[in-house]
């Protein structure tokens, strides 16, 4: 005798789950009654990613990566609301946000302070480290 389907029912209820299932298998609505259960689509003001998120470490060659962990370790105490600031604010939001002393220095002591800064990256590229092409 040959093994069809699953144990717990017998073949001929085997072939009514699989007609019923195939409705919604094959329709382009979402299968659950209940709405929350649903995964939640993307919003329209989502920004697009070309290759899924950035993390530190997946650049080309060491100084790709220097650059990325350099930015990435400055944006963890830097927050969007410290902008824009000059080199002043820029180092006082580093100093409230408990940045560590060698982050701090480079900064004090690299960043030009004659300009308004918009945000991390300017930041970044003002101190040497540009962001990968």
Same mark, same amino acid.
């Given at each position: 005798?040959?093994?069809?389907?699953? $144990?717990?029912?017998?073949?001929?209820? $085997? /072939?009514?789950?699989?007609?019923?299932?195939?409705?919604?298998?094959?329709?382009?609505?979402?299968?659950? #009654?209940?709405?929350?259960?649903?995964?939640?689509? =993307?919003?329209?003001?989502? @920004?697009p990613l070309a290759s899924g998120p950035v &993390?530190?470490?997946?650049?080309? /060659?060491?100084?790709?990566?220097?650059?990325?962990?350099?930015?990435?370790?400055? #944006?963890?105490?830097?927050?969007?609301?410290?902008?824009?600031?000059?080199? @002043?604010?820029? %180092?006082?939001?580093?100093?409230?946000?408990? #940045?560590?002393?060698? %982050?701090?220095?480079?900064? &004090?002591?690299d960043l030009p302070g004659e300009h308004a800064?918009?945000?991390?990256?300017?930041?970044?590229?003002? %101190?040497?480290?540009?962001? &990968? =092409?």
């Open positions: 005798m040959q093994q069809r389907g699953s $144990d717990q029912y017998s073949p001929r209820r $085997d /072939d009514e789950m699989k007609h019923e299932l195939q409705g919604m298998l094959k329709g382009e609505k979402p299968t659950r #009654a209940e709405e929350w259960h649903d995964p939640e689509p =993307a919003a329209d003001d989502d @920004p &993390r530190p470490g997946t650049g080309n /060659d060491a100084r790709e990566r220097a650059d990325e962990a350099f930015r990435f370790e400055l #944006a963890r105490y830097l927050r969007r609301t410290d902008f824009p600031a000059d080199r @002043p604010e820029v %180092l006082a939001a580093l100093d409230e946000n408990h #940045a560590p002393e060698p %982050l701090v220095e480079t900064v &004090r002591h800064y918009h945000n991390v990256q300017e930041v970044a590229v003002a %101190l040497g480290h540009h962001p &990968r =092409a």
